[in-house]
């Protein structure tokens, strides 16, 4: 099935959420958050769709292929209710991917039985004294000297430890400290001794309130030598590898948080009257609605083109998917935020036609914290920042076209050249070089879009130079505030590379990608585009006739039920 | 061809810094161990090249930056991972000193 089909096919199953008479529309999904409670009549859905299997790669019998097509089907649940997307789905997805990319043939088959009969894996990395720092963790699992390992210690704020089926930990397999020290281990909770394993209370949550967030502690468990995934010592390097896939698609696949806060903000102000004329007709209405739409489609471009360089560029994504994470994210809450300002006290309010908004907003604040916080993901780009100085941001080579091609076929995810370094190639920024060339001709469109890029190849620039200038002292995790703002505004100018060749590609009015660019270089402080606002009114038209036509705002522009 | 003062420990930043390749196992230790002082910011002296560098806090993302310098330094590319396998000046300069001499081309040593 292709992605398209196997898509409608999801949102006729969970139908138009609006719909009061829908068992599994807004009114359901908030109930059940007022009830801290996971959305059941969501999760039969689920289970009959199988979600589970968008996260088994399809040699395994799954229909993961293109991360892309991943990105959309889980958007559909995400934005619906973001508890489902996570408390039902993408905590096996994160948990599986440490799988798929360093586990034995057997653990892939677990694995991928365990997800396709609809039990869930829970990725169990987080302890409550590190937080991000997770290669400090304590949970230890020690090597007997009859062969297999113990299992001590604890593991807290986990989505669904409790009612998993499977387990991965990261446990630590050496004492001494070093990147070789750790290990995954999967964990089938029915086969070890029940006396050894205990849960821990439950955590009530701000958003997500669904969300089963528990803990586990483990006593002296003994699990056999085929538990490790992988080679011992090799976890932190898995992680790192494998969580570029779901650093890079959860972010992207939450952009279904935006378009539903969209889309409500638009019924609000579409339908409300005030001092005789209708709230979208106020200017700072308009201006507020087409930059979340703009921020929508800036992040849908860098996610889903990010998410094909994970099959197309396996080896330059590192640095990537961090900006992925550290600039989705942000764009998506900021955006539901000035979006709350329009609804003004209806966002404030639990119920009626716009209380699912205040749900949507509490649910999204994890993006900006969970599985790596946005600056920790700053972090980890920077010791990459010199190399990338020195050879990536001069002169690199372009990537192909097939990179900006959403959603057309991709070769398969290959986990097994997914590199913890760069290495100091940048094909993405490349292509912003290569694109800016292509862009021949002397409209005005034409003329702001060659003066944007210009901004963006000065910025370039401007990293190099700094990039180059850093002394190696400051890369580490007590980095200046100025020298993490390196990373940021090269995840900027990914984002800039990604918009323009995705509208190259697609053809589209210009009308989107001279204001997205604009915005984006104004947040770094460059000049954009003079007159760049001209293009904020055929932007609000294009926004109410896809709001009209009920259409998705993201780049797909898919039509959705109701 | 240019070589690091490693006395000073002046750290390698640009792509035209390269050592030799035929550089001896002393100065490769000694260009490291001024290498590694830079990133932790502490004199040469205070480091030992038999201490994990991740006792010395240079993380694992952050000793990825370290195995950049090394390439440079060399002019040769190698594991990105190097930096975690082996974990002390001491084990780095030595693995380090037979890549360079597997290099070597024959009679050359
Ligand atoms: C809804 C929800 C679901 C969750 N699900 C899971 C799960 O399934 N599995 C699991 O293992 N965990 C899970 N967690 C736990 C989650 O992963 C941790 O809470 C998270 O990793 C970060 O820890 P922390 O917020 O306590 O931040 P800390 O690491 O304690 O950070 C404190 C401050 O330091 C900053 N900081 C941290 N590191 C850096 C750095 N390198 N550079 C600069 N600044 C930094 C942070 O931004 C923050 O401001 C979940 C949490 C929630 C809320």
């Not at chain 1, 056999?224 to 959860?250: C, K, N």
């Not at chain 1, 002394?471 to 007590?478: E, R």
């Amino acid at each position: 099935m292709t992605a398209p089909a196997r898509l409608d096919d999801l949102e006729r199953l969970l139908g138009d959420p609006a719909d009061d008479g829908n068992p599994i529309g807004n009114t359901a999904v908030l109930a059940a958050d007022e009830r801290d409670e996971m959305f059941a009549a969501g999760e039969r859905v689920l289970d009959e769709y199988c979600l589970n299997a968008e996260f088994v790669p399809r040699r395994y019998g799954g229909r993961l292929a293109g991360a892309d097509d991943l990105i959309q089907v889980l958007r559909t649940v995400f934005r619906r209710d973001p508890a489902l997307g996570l408390g039902y789905g993408v905590s096996s997805f994160i948990s599986s991917v440490n799988v798929w990319a360093s586990g034995s043939p057997e653990q892939a088959r677990w694995v991928a039985g365990t997800l396709l009969s609809n039990q869930k894996i829970a990725s169990a990395y987080h302890e409550l004294a590190h937080g991000n720092d997770f290669s400090r963790a304590e949970f230890a699992a020690r090597p007997q000297a009859q062969g297999g390992w113990r299992l001590t210690g604890r593991k807290e704020v986990v989505t669904n430890v409790k009612r998993a089926r499977g387990l991965v930990l990261l446990a630590r397999t050496d004492e001494r400290a070093g990147s070789r020290s750790h290990s995954q281990i999967l964990v089938d909770k029915q086969a070890v001794p029940a006396r050894a394993i205990r849960d821990l209370t439950r955590y009530p949550s701000v958003g997500m309130r669904g969300v089963q967030l528990g803990g586990i502690e483990f006593t002296d468990c003994p699990v056999g030598d085929e538990a490790v995934v992988g080679r011992p010592g090799q976890g932190i390097e898995t992680a790192l590898r494998s969580f570029q896939l779901t650093r890079t698609a959860i972010p992207t696949m939450l952009a279904g948080v935006l378009d539903s806060g969209l889309r409500l903000t638009l019924d609000f102000a579409a339908g409300r009257r005030l001092y005789g004329r209708s709230v979208a007709d106020q200017p700072e209405v308009r201006r507020l609605l087409v930059d979340a739409y703009l921020d929508l489609l800036i992040c849908d471009s860098l996610g889903l083109v990010v998410s094909r360089a994970l099959h197309l560029l396996p080896g330059q994504t590192s640095m990537y998917a961090s900006a992925v994470k550290y600039l989705v994210a942000k764009r998506l809450m900021d955006a539901m935020h000035q979006l709350s300002l329009v609804l003004g006290a209806h966002f404030y309010l639990r119920e009626g036609r716009y209380g699912i908004f205040q749900k949507l907003l509490r649910d999204l604040a994890p993006a900006g914290f969970g599985h790596a916080a946005r600056v920790a993901c700053l972090g980890t780009m920077l010791p990459q920042v010199p190399l990338m100085a020195r050879r990536g941001w001069v002169n690199p080579d372009p990537a192909g076209p097939d990179l900006f091609r959403i959603g057309e076929e991709l070769p398969e995810l290959p986990f097994d050249r997914l590199r913890v370094s760069a290495g100091g190639l940048d094909g993405l920024v490349g292509s912003l070089t290569a694109a800016a060339d292509q862009i021949v001709g002397d409209s005005p469109e034409q003329r702001r879009l060659r003066l944007l890029a210009g901004q963006f190849r000065a910025e370039l620039g401007d990293l190099a130079e700094a990039g180059a200038a850093l002394h190696p002292g400051d890369l580490g995790v007590d980095a200046r505030v100025e020298v993490l703002g390196l990373p940021a505004r090269y995840a900027t100018v990914l984002a800039a590379s990604a918009c323009l060749n995705v509208w190259l590609v697609r053809g589209d009015g210009p009308a989107w990608v001279v204001a997205a660019l604009d915005r984006l270089a104004r947040s770094i402080g460059r000049p954009g585009a003079d007159r760049g606002d001209r293009y904020r009114e055929p932007l609000y038209q294009e926004l109410a006739a896809r709001h009209a036509d009920r259409r998705s705002f993201d780049l797909s522009r898919r039509v959705l039920p109701g | 061809m240019t070589r690091e003062p490693t006395k000073t420990g002046n750290h390698p930043r640009k792509e035209t810094d390269m050592a030799s390749n035929a550089e001896g196992p002393a100065d490769l230790r000694a260009w490291l161990t001024g290498c590694v002082a830079q990133y932790l910011r502490r004199p040469e002296t205070e480091i030992d090249p038999t201490v994990r560098l991740a006792d010395y806090g240079l993380d694992s993302v952050y000793a990825l930056a370290l195995c950049g310098d090394i390439e440079t330094h060399l002019d040769m590319r190698l594991s990105e991972t190097l930096v975690w396998d082996y974990p002390t000046v001491d084990e780095l300069a030595a693995h380090l000193e037979e890549l360079v001499a597997a290099q070597q081309p024959a009679g050359a040593r």
